[in-house]
């Protein structure tokens, strides 16, 4: 399993962006993508979680500004972020769990840099 983020840019405090994760590879496999991000200087937190039964699920303090969703049948995992805050800045990372009958694969994708400006 491939993962690509996309999407990122500057964008001004209470603006939006939207994030892609394009997966490719032995997909039919993917159970779960998430959405993670990593502040400099801080941990990597999770985001939000789109899992395979399409349901959701968002870290407290991003619940009502963030969205995740699918584009169904094209391998695309989308954040949709509304007001931004620049304690969003962060680069943000998707990945994926992978299920197969020898156990729990995970993925990653390569960073897109998020930057919030006050």
């Known amino acids: 399993v491939q993962l690509q983020a996309s999407g990122g840019g500057l964008v001004q405090a209470g603006g939006s962006l939207r994030l892609s994760c394009t997966a490719s590879?032995?997909?039919?496999?993917?159970?779960?993508v998430r959405w993670y991000r990593q502040a400099p200087g801080k941990e990597r937190e999770l985001v939000a979680t789109?899992?395979?039964?399409?349901?959701?699920e968002y870290a407290d303090s991003m619940k009502g500004r963030f969205t995740i969703s699918d584009m169904k049948g094209e391998n695309v995992v989308f954040l949709q972020m509304n007001n931004l805050r620049p304690d969003d800045t962060a680069v943000y990372y998707c990945?994926?769990?992978?299920?197969?009958?020898?156990?729990?694969?995970?993925?990653w994708g390569q960073g897109t840099q998020v930057t919030v400006s006050s």
């Open positions: 990945g994926a769990e992978c299920r197969t009958s020898r156990g729990v694969t995970p993925y």
């Open positions: 590879g032995n997909t039919i496999c993917i159970s779960s």
């Open positions: 789109f899992n395979a039964d399409r349901s959701t």
